[in-house]
Every structure is written in structure tokens, then in C-alpha cells.
């Protein structure tokens, strides 16, 4: 299985979502499973970023047929 953070990603170069936009099978934003847990992790580096328009949900095995977001009440957002 796999789960993939997709979103607005930035095409103008500030590494958000690895520069892609909305494409639930791209490899460079799969998350990576921790342990032997349902827990799943995945960590950006950005430059001067603006994190008030962040979009984005997660998709599992590199489709739309099942993802989820903020708006299901599955996740948390935080900024660490």
C-alpha cells in the first residue's frame, strides 16, 4: 500500500508538494510507513513559503478511488 500527499503543489520553485500539483501517483511525495504501525510520514524543506493557502489531501495507492483530507475529520494539521 500506498499513501501520497497531494495538493497545490508550486510550480514557481518553493518546493511545496515537490512542485507538483494534484497528481496522486507521484513517487517523489509518497509518504513513508513508520514501524509496523498504521502511521505514515513524509517531511518538505522549504524556502520562503507562505503556508495560509496550503491545499491537500492523501491518497492511497496512486489513485483518487480512496483519499482523505482535513474535511474528514481524519487529520490533524500542525506545522512543525
Known sequence: ?????????SPDGDNWLNNIE??????ANHMTKVGDTAVYEIEYTLGEYDPSDVEFKFAVNDAWTDNF???????ANGVE
Open 22 to 27: 494534484w497528481d496522486p501517483a507521484a513517487a
Open 1 to 9: 500500500m500506498s499513501v501520497t500527499v497531494v495538493g497545490n503543489g
Open 69 to 75: 483530507g482535513l474535511a474528514d475529520g481524519v487529520i
